[in-house]
């Protein structure tokens, strides 16, 4: 439709500005994605520390209050004294960082352990070394091969509960 002044009166945009919005919005997409992914694995990492901290918490008041650590293997369930300082929901759920909560006395020492053998079938296994790794420094010594917090074959990460060594901030 033609104005008065014989221009044509379309008021929309041409496929040129459609386009270049386009393309600036898909640039600062691409621009952005490392940022989130990387805030994102940085938050499942936080995410475990805490939850190795609430667990080495919960089985130390017990420990206290009981005169030692639970004995035996707790995989699914956890036994009811230990449930009072542990809730069923955090344990049974899968990890931010992939596998499943297990604990187990080994030769007198107090393991809790994430492995991905007990996995749903179609979930991810562990996450990668580098993540355990950055727990390590932040919970222990910073070496995935000694202290108290290790892992074993990309497997499974074993924590010791009872090493006094680890959680050295936690007084």
């Given at each position: 439709m033609r104005t008065r002044s014989g221009k044509s009166s379309n008021s929309g945009f041409t496929l040129l500005e459609v386009t270049i919005v386009a393309s600036i919005i898909?640039?600062?997409t691409v621009m952005a994605l490392p940022s989130f992914m990387t805030a994102r694995r940085l938050s499942k990492i936080q995410v475990m520390?805490?939850?190795?901290?609430?667990i080495h918490d919960a089985l130390n008041m017990y420990a206290m209050d009981n005169n030692g650590f639970p004995t035996g293997f707790i995989l699914e369930n956890i036994p009811q004294p230990v449930s009072t300082y542990l809730s069923h929901a955090r344990w049974?759920?899968?990890?931010a960082l992939g596998g499943r909560w297990l604990y187990a006395e080994v030769w007198n020492t107090h393991l809790?352990?994430?492995?991905?053998?007990?996995?749903?079938p179609g979930k991810s296994p562990l996450a990668p070394a580098a993540d355990w790794l950055e727990i390590d420094e932040a919970i222990d010594d910073g070496d995935l091969s000694t202290g108290g917090f290790r892992l074993v074959g990309n497997v499974q990460v074993q924590y010791s509960v009872d090493?006094?060594?680890?959680?050295?901030?936690a007084l």
């Open positions: 898909g640039l600062m520390v805490n939850e190795f901290r609430v049974q759920k899968p990890t809790l352990i994430i492995d991905d053998f007990n996995v749903d090493n006094e060594s680890v959680f050295p901030n």
